[in-house]
């Protein structure tokens, strides 16, 4: 009994304590994502080129991310990095992705703490998918990954215009420093 009363109090600390820092929820308009992706072109290796500030991302330099198709369907994620320079430890986190929106396929659901998830949604994808902007519908995460570890300034900057636009505020967007 004291085993179920301690864990119903952490879990409601937890949920409690999210809402509290988030804040009061602000509306936007519908964020569209990508009409359709092709997994199996998606799946592989994407360098993170710029992203917002998350807690889970303090500190990392030389971000990459690789999506490969697990048998029951979902994809397996796995994010490396390199803490604070290009020497530093190596940070890797696995996790999931469940598709949520079997239409397109651009709605995902990550998780790399069952039973927490969050969304991911492919916004936008580069010709041939080259480079791919991912975020989430309340815009508290953004990222604009790539195939290759840069991408032209002119299209960086393209892209961070057209997000602005769609409510993203990307005042605080921090560039990962490459390491190859």
């Known amino acids: 009994m004291k085993k179920i009363l ?11 304590s999210q809402a509290w820092c988030m804040g009061p929820q602000r509306t936007y308009p519908e964020l569209n994502t990508v009409a359709r992706v092709n997994l199996s072109a998606y799946l592989g290796k994407w360098y993170e080129i710029v992203r917002l500030p ?29 803490k604070n320079t290009c020497d530093g430890q190596t940070k890797i986190a696995h996790g999931v992705a469940r598709v949520t929106d079997a239409a397109s396929l651009a709605k995902l659901k990550v998780s790399f703490f069952w039973p927490f998830e969050g969304d991911y949604w492919i916004l936008e994808l580069g010709p041939h998918y080259s480079y791919s ?36 505020n990307l005042d605080t967007l921090v560039r990962t420093q490459r390491c190859e």
């Open 6 to 16: 301690l864990t119903t109090l952490t879990l409601g600390f937890i949920i409690g």
């Open 54 to 82: 998350l807690w889970f991302e303090k500190d990392c330099v030389g971000v990459t991310a690789e999506y490969s198709l697990k048998e029951d369907g979902r994809i397996d994620v796995r994010n490396t990095c390199k």
């Open 133 to 168: 902007v991912v975020g989430s519908p309340d815009r508290n995460s953004f990222w604009i990954l790539s195939r290759t570890p840069t991408l032209p300034e002119s299209t960086i900057q393209d892209i961070v215009k057209r997000f602005e636009a769609k409510g993203f």
